[in-house]
């Protein structure tokens, strides 16, 4: 049974449902979208009691005003763009329950960029090739394939076991800065670029300029030269992959990368470390480290950890 | 020959095949991809096949990066040996050229000194190897057009070019799967659908098969796009 559970008020700057994206078609050139801070929306979702991959709503910097239609309890993780339930503060990373009447309001950015608001019994959308992931340039997923507008009405699915004041542990909490260090497994083609470029591209602060989206961050910092080309055959480009056009600026691919790509890509982001990057506002600096393999799959398993951790609890 | 590998982060890698575009790479490629798809390893979410290289992507809980490395080389010396050669397919592409919805074909015609249906003629008497998807949703890189209806590209691209139009950009042809702008230059236009992300197979084509233009009359069209519009249109494909 589905049910309305807000009106849109206010759409804010973008608003969109996402999951865990689209993924299992990208041979065919379907993009994988979905939540630029999966961490976030996974815990988002077991907070209220919900399998972790449903659908939430990705609030960018500025936050929507959602009216509430009917009783739910909801949960918001991420960035703190200052949420409110009534003219008061609302918490974060724990579950709570909304009155019919009551708005959900967001403020100021104060640490992060990206919100994920689920509610018990996840949203009522329709699936597109298996994902309710938005993506907004093919007009697929989510509601419409398009962005939150003022009046739309967000429906939500019927649910028992809805529980409320279930938080998260505050050590695991992430902390959001301004200046991120993140990790990096080199490659593949690092033997494409001058053997300076890569001490430069380790040891150099690079800042996020405005030219950044859920597609990509393009980065501004000492110039990291090819051998001979920047170009390659095109091929299939991951999540965080790191790639440097000719004018030697890189590029890190976010959620809405294109499936395939034509630059020479000098590293890859490790998953762990994508949600600080998606936290991370323009003119935000970045530092790269790189990491091998093991460590890097070590870390991906911690991160598995907390979240698996949470979800014994609820199911 | 030993298999040639790049980890892409903590949950990808990438398998090479060769360094240059073939369709001797890009069938290496296909067969490996069919491997993976029987073998059903634990783990592995997706691949992605492209000109050169597979990449791979896994979940490192469900197996890890030196597992799945050992698994992937047990499969590359199968391919080695030579497995039995799934053939490829070809698909046919029913297309109407010229028209309103190919106001680019004399222009093609006159700038290789050709007669229109000449054009038609070469553009539609050739299997074309679908090398890889992407750029958008369903869109075919395809090799081997000739040369002799090669034209550059539109100097003003259009602002909106329909799903299903078929045209050339230099020595390249393609479909376009959904409406965007381009600058290609449009012959023809196809009433099938390579993208439909309400159908149950949202995308029509896959790589590592070849694609073939089939001529059709105005009276054709109309009556194969009512019977895409009902869900009853299948592709023809046989095997190459």
């Known amino acids: 049974m589905s049910k309305k559970l807000f009106q849109v008020i206010k759409p804010g700057l973008m608003t969109t449902f996402q999951d865990l994206g689209r993924t299992g078609y990208q041979e065919y050139g379907v993009v994988v979208a979905g939540a630029m801070d999966d961490f976030s929306l996974q815990i988002a979702n077991l907070l209220v009691g919900n399998q972790r991959n449903l659908a939430g709503l990705e609030v960018t910097m500025m936050g929507p005003v959602l009216k509430v239609l009917e009783d739910a309890v909801i949960a918001i993780t991420g960035g703190n763009l200052s949420p409110r339930v009534n003219g008061q503060p609302a918490p974060m990373w724990k579950s709570f329950a909304v009155k019919e009447g009551q708005?959900?309001?967001?403020?100021?950015?104060?640490?992060?960029?990206?919100?994920?608001?689920?509610?018990?019994?996840?949203?009522?959308?329709?699936?597109?090739?298996?994902?309710?992931?938005?993506?907004?340039?093919?007009?697929?997923?989510?509601?419409?394939?398009?962005?939150?507008?003022?009046?739309?009405?967000?429906?939500?699915?019927?649910?028992?076991?809805?529980?409320?004041?279930?938080?998260?542990?505050?050590?695991?909490?992430?902390?959001?800065?301004?200046?991120?260090?993140?990790?990096?497994?080199?490659?593949?083609?690092?033997?494409?670029?001058?053997?300076?470029?890569?001490?430069?591209?380790?040891?150099?602060?690079?800042?996020?300029?405005?030219?950044?989206?859920?597609?990509?961050?393009?980065?501004?910092?000492?110039?990291?030269?090819?051998?001979?080309?920047a170009d390659i055959i095109s091929e299939a480009i991951p999540l965080g992959g790191i790639q440097?056009?000719?004018?030697?600026?890189?590029?890190?691919?976010?959620?809405?990368?294109?499936?395939?790509?034509?630059?020479?890509?000098?590293?890859?982001?490790?998953?762990?470390?994508?949600?600080?990057?998606?936290?991370?506002?323009?003119?935000?600096?970045?530092?790269?480290?790189?990491?091998?393999?093991?460590?890097?799959?070590?870390?991906?398993?911690?991160?598995?950890?907390?979240?698996?951790?949470?979800?014994?609890?609820?199911? | 020959?030993?298999?040639?590998?790049?980890?892409?982060?903590?949950?990808?890698?990438?398998?090479?095949?060769?360094?240059?575009?073939?369709?001797?790479?890009?069938?290496?490629?296909?067969?490996?991809?069919?491997?993976?798809?029987?073998?059903?390893?634990?783990?592995?979410?997706?691949?992605?096949?492209?000109?050169?290289?597979?990449?791979?992507?896994?979940?490192?809980?469900?197996?890890?990066?030196?597992?799945?490395?050992?698994?992937?080389?047990?499969?590359?010396?199968?391919?080695?040996?030579?497995?039995?050669?799934?053939a490829s397919l070809v698909y046919e592409i029913p297309t109407y050229y010229?028209?309103?919805?190919?106001?680019?074909?004399?222009?093609?015609?006159?700038?290789?000194?050709?007669?229109?249906?000449d054009v038609i003629r070469i553009h539609s008497s050739q299997d074309y190897l679908i090398y890889m998807m992407g750029f958008v949703p369903g869109f075919p890189y395809l090799g081997g057009m000739s040369e002799e209806i090669a034209t550059p590209r539109r100097r003003d691209p259009r602002p909106k070019i329909a799903a299903g139009s078929v045209g050339i950009a230099g020595s390249q042809t393609g479909v376009y799967p959904l409406e965007t702008p381009g600058g290609w230059q449009l012959i023809g236009q196809t009433p099938v659908k390579l993208y439909d992300p309400e159908r149950e197979q949202p995308i029509l084509l896959t790589s590592g098969h070849y694609l073939r233009f089939v001529p059709i009359s105005k009276n054709e069209y109309d009556s194969i796009a009512e019977a895409v519009r009902l869900g009853e249109y299948k592709i023809n494909s046989k095997r190459k």
């Open chain 1, 103 to 229: 708005l959900i309001e967001f403020g100021q950015p104060l640490e992060g960029i990206r919100s994920y608001i689920s509610v018990a019994g996840g949203f009522d959308l329709p699936a597109v090739m298996g994902s309710n992931s938005t993506y907004l340039k093919a007009k697929i997923g989510g509601l419409n394939g398009r962005a939150l507008e003022k009046e739309d009405i967000l429906y939500g699915n019927e649910n028992v076991q809805a529980v409320t004041g279930r938080s998260l542990h505050y050590d695991e909490i992430p902390k959001y800065h301004k200046e991120v260090a993140v990790r990096v497994v080199l490659g593949p083609h690092q033997d494409a670029f001058a053997d300076e470029a890569i001490k430069t591209f380790l040891s150099s602060n690079y800042e996020i300029t405005p030219q950044s989206d859920r597609m990509g961050y393009r980065l501004k910092g000492p110039e990291l030269t090819h051998k001979t080309t």
């Open chain 1, 244 to 315: 440097v056009p000719a004018n030697g600026q890189p590029i890190i691919l976010m959620a809405d990368r294109q499936t395939t790509g034509g630059y020479t890509r000098i590293a890859t982001v490790i998953s762990t470390d994508i949600p600080l990057l998606a936290q991370a506002a323009p003119g935000a600096h970045i530092r790269f480290k790189e990491v091998g393999m093991d460590e890097a799959q070590e870390l991906y398993f911690k991160k598995q950890k907390i979240v698996s951790v949470l979800e014994k609890i609820i199911l």
């Open chain 2, 1 to 86: 020959m030993k298999l040639t590998y790049h980890p892409l982060g903590d949950t990808g890698i990438q398998l090479v095949f060769g360094q240059t575009i073939s369709e001797e790479t890009n069938q290496k490629i296909r067969l490996f991809a069919e491997l993976l798809k029987a073998e059903q390893i634990e783990g592995i979410i997706e691949w992605v096949p492209a000109y050169t290289t597979l990449s791979i992507f896994y979940r490192p809980d469900k197996i890890r990066y030196q597992a799945l490395l050992e698994q992937l080389e047990r499969l590359y010396e199968n391919i080695q040996g030579g497995v039995a050669d799934a």
């Open chain 2, 98 to 117: 010229g028209g309103e919805t190919g106001p680019d074909l004399n222009f093609v015609a006159d700038h290789n000194g050709l007669s229109v249906d």
